[in-house]
């Protein structure tokens, strides 16, 4: 199971800090990477980008200059920053597990971010 | 604009087959074996239905298959029925560890 954790409303021109905390299977595991996606309102989904257990990151091109993710696999945890958020920003973030090569087998239940002064 | 092309909408009664695309290039979908498609029922999280252009994971029915040619891969629905009434989105692997989504197609089960 993966659970996303954060702040739902962030002010314009400030930082989206998310967490997801990932039981039942271990952040370790050279098996998979953990993923970041989102789905904006009356849109589609959009991959934001992805972790390796040894902190090893891969992001979207189109946010990598904003985005920043960290991984403690003593709390079998990985978490996602984003600066300089806009209304664009504003989207469900889901936290999700890739096999190797790749897809994304589970998720979490979604962390609703609205941008917004 | 998506990175994968896919219609905004299918339609069909229950009981019968539909088909939906999934448009990309050569350096994505008519690359790499790596199509996935996701069903996602609004407020849910979304559920992997085929992975790999046609595995279906363990516990999808039957009914759910998918293939590919050339740059496009589809995912085919038989046997319609009204819990398949969903949005279904296609991913690929875009190549240098991008990954790419369709905009998505709302499934309406008549």
């Known amino acids: 199971q993966l659970q996303e954790s954060g702040p739902g409303l962030v002010k314009p021109s400030q930082t989206l800090s998310l967490t997801c905390t990932v039981s039942?299977?271990?952040?370790?595991?050279?098996?998979?990477?953990w993923t970041w996606i989102r789905h904006h309102p009356g849109g589609g989904l959009e991959w934001i980008g992805y972790?390796?257990?040894?902190?090893?990151?891969y992001f979207n091109p189109s946010l990598k200059s904003r985005l920043t993710m960290s991984i403690d696999t003593s709390e079998n945890q990985f978490s996602l920053n984003l600066i300089f958020v806009t209304a664009a920003d504003t989207a469900v973030y889901y936290c999700?597990?890739?096999?190797?090569?790749?897809?994304?087998?589970?998720w979490g239940q979604g962390a609703p971010v609205t941008v917004s002064s | 604009q998506s990175a994968l092309t896919q219609p905004a909408s299918v339609s069909g009664s229950p009981g019968q087959s539909i088909t939906i695309s999934c448009t990309g290039t050569?350096?994505?979908?008519?690359?790499?074996?790596?199509v996935s498609w996701y069903q996602h029922h609004p407020g849910k999280v979304p559920k992997l239905m085929i992975y790999?252009?046609?595995k279906r994971p363990s516990g999808v029915s039957f009914r759910f298959s998918g293939s590919k040619s050339g740059n496009t891969a589809s995912l085919t629905i038989s046997g319609l029925q009204a819990e398949d009434e969903a949005d279904y989105y296609c991913?690929?692997?875009?190549?240098?560890?991008?990954?790419?989504f369709g905009g998505g197609t709302k499934l309406t089960v008549l």
């Open positions: 050569a350096s994505d979908v008519g690359t790499y074996k790596l």
């Open positions: 972790i390796y257990y040894d902190g090893n990151t």
């Open positions: 991913c690929s692997y875009g190549g240098r560890f991008n990954w790419l």
């Open positions: 999700a597990r890739c096999p190797i090569p790749g897809y994304f087998d589970y």
């Open positions: 790999e252009d046609d």
């Open positions: 039942g299977s271990s952040i370790h595991n050279g098996n998979y990477y």
